[in-house]
C-alpha cells in the first residue's frame, strides 16, 4: 500500500488529562509487554508497505519507551525505512515543529498527547 496507519495499542498516557484514573492501571509489565506487541505489529505492518510508501506510525501516549524508543528500534533493524515527518509537515505548509517526530502535548497544542512517526520505505 502507499500509506498504512496504525494505531497501535498503548498506555494512554496522553489521555491522562480526561483520564486521571489510568495512572493507577499501568505497571511496568503491562509497558514491557505493550513494547513487545508495538514492535511485533510495526514488524508485521511493513510487509504491507510498497517502495515509497509509508507507514505510521501512532499512539495516544507521551513515554519515550513506547513512542521514540519503539521507532528507533525498529530502524535499527529495517534500514529501509527513514523518518519522513518533518518533510511532510513543511511540503504541507503545516507550521508544526516538534523535530523527527510528531509529539502533542496538553501544556503546548492544548490537545491530549499525541506521538506519530512517519517511516517511508526507501527500497
Known sequence: FDRVLVVFPCSGTGTFRRNPDLKWKNSIQDLDELNFK??????????LVKKEGRLIYSTCSLLKRENALIVES?????????????DILIKNQIP?????????TPHH??????????????D
Open 38 to 47: 508495538q514492535l511485533a505489529i510495526l514488524e508485521e505492518a511493513k510487509k
Open 74 to 86: 525498529f530502524l535499527e533493524k529495517n534500514k529501509n525505512f527513514i523518518i519522513s515527518v518533518k
Open 96 to 104: 508544526l515543529s516538534t523535530g523527527i517526530f510528531l509529539e502533542l
Open 109 to 122: 497544542q492544548k490537545t491530549d498527547g499525541f506521538f506519530a512517526a512517519v517511516l517511508e520505505r526507501i
